[in-house]
Every structure is written in structure tokens, then in C-alpha cells.
């Protein structure tokens, strides 16, 4: 089972700053098969990026994933007010799929 | 827009049987593929398993002799059971549509907001 790690755990930002999320992979991901999800308390998770880098459908461009192999990057360039959330990373190159632990992005 | 939101029993007993159901609308369950993923308490996401809409289905081995997904496509839903649940299955479970790659392995597009099934007695 391939494992994700997220880093940082939390990240304190203000609006207006770049965000800069990584998702390392404990085996190479092919196909740059990996996907960015945001959630908010009580809302359903939100797909951002699939294919480590295109946008799902209505995703803000300031929302970019970049990477491939086994580090993957999910940027945010400036934040706005609505942006703070847990974001996820997911791989889908093997089954069974798995998630990353997840980063808080909180105001600082 | 596709809006996924699930149902079911918030407490369910140890060694009994756990039941969900997820209500799709503005989409139809004879597309695409659909799965159940679950997160228990300060622990990862984990995919649960999925089905598709011709009749394949695939479940996380740590699962899947507990597991068994099906769908009522004339009510435009499917569901999740999962037997002989202990403390260690309670968890937060969300169905989502799946766009494969490949069999199981796949993103998901849209997801329900979840729900926190607790297993005590």
C-alpha cells in the first residue's frame, strides 16, 4: 500500500501570502495519478487538481499542482479569505487508493 | 450539479452490522463509478471500496470479507454494509462518484459531506 506523507502538518499563512502544500509518496507515483482535495468543517471534501496538475472543473487559477514521481506540490498563490481549510492529497496509480494525513492551512 | 448525501443509523452495536445509503441527485448511479470511503478519529481517509455502473465491483482487502456495496438505480442510490463491526470501525463515512483510471483506481469529483457512525454498545 502506498503511503502518503504530507508536510507541513499545519501552515499559518495570512491572506494575500503563497501557500505551498507537498505530498511525498513512498513509491513512485506513474502517470502523475495523484489528486489535492480541499475540506472545510462540515462540508463535503472538494476535488482541486487530478492528474497532479489540472484543475477540476471551477477551481480558482491561483490553485496550481505541480510534481511528479514521488513529490508532489500543491500551491496556492495568493490566499483569499475562503482558502483556509485541511487540504488532502491522494494517489490513484495503485489500488487499493489511499489519502495523505492531510495539512491544516489556518490565518494567522 | 451532482449532490451525494448519506443516510443510515448514527450508533451501531459491537458484532452487528452497520448500514448506509447514499442519495444521488443530479446525476444518475448508471454512470460513472461510486464508492464508499471512511475516516475514523484523528486517522487517515480510507477507501472503503466501489462499484461500477456495469456491475464490477472491488474492495479494500483490509475490508473487503466485511464489505458487500449494492444499488437501487430505480431509486437512484446505492448503499454500504459492513458485518461484525467493532469500536475500530467508527469513523466519519462518505460516498463519493469515482472516474476511474483503471478498475479501482481512480479520483473522486463530487462527495457527500459525510456522516459519523459510532460503534458502541
Known amino acids: 500500500e502506498i503511503v502518503l506523507t504530507q508536510s507541513p502538518g499545519t501552515l499559518s499563512l495570512s491572506p494575500g501570502e503563497r501557500a505551498t502544500l507537498s505530498c511525498r509518496a513512498s513509491?513512485?507515483?506513474?502517470?502523475?495519478?495523484l489528486a489535492w482535495f480541499q475540506q472545510k468543517p462540515g462540508q463535503a471534501p472538494r476535488l482541486l487538481i487530478y492528474g497532479a496538475s489540472t484543475r477540476a472543473t471551477g477551481i480558482p487559477d491561483r490553485f496550481s499542482g505541480s510534481g511528479s514521481g514521488t513529490d508532489f506540490t500543491l500551491t496556492i498563490s495568493r490566499l483569499e479569505p475562503e482558502d483556509f481549510a485541511v487540504y488532502y492529497c491522494q494517489q490513484y496509480c495503485y489500488s487499493p487508493v489511499t489519502f495523505g494525513q492531510g495539512t491544516r492551512l489556518e490565518i494567522k | 450539479q451532482v449532490h451525494l448525501q448519506e443516510s443510515g443509523p448514527r450508533l451501531v452495536k459491537p458484532s452487528e452490522t452497520l448500514s448506509l445509503t447514499c442519495i444521488v441527485s443530479?446525476?444518475?448511479?448508471?454512470?460513472?463509478?461510486w464508492s464508499w470511503i471512511r475516516q475514523p478519529p484523528g486517522k487517515r481517509l480510507e477507501w472503503i471500496g466501489y462499484f461500477s455502473y456495469n456491475g464490477d465491483t472491488n474492495y479494500n482487502p483490509s475490508l473487503k470479507s466485511r464489505v458487500t456495496m449494492s444499488v437501487d438505480v430505480s431509486k437512484n442510490q446505492f448503499s454500504l454494509t459492513l458485518n461484525s463491526v467493532s469500536a475500530a470501525d467508527t469513523a466519519v463515512y462518505s460516498c463519493?462518484?469515482?472516474?476511474?483510471?483503471?478498475?479501482?483506481?481512480?479520483?473522486?469529483?463530487?462527495w457527500g459531506q459525510g456522516t459519523l457512525v459510532t460503534v458502541s454498545s
Open positions: 463519493a462518484r469515482g472516474r476511474t483510471v483503471g478498475g479501482p483506481r481512480g479520483y473522486f469529483d463530487y
Open positions: 443530479g446525476g444518475s448511479v448508471s454512470r460513472y463509478y
Open positions: 513509491q513512485s507515483v506513474s502517470n502523475n495519478y
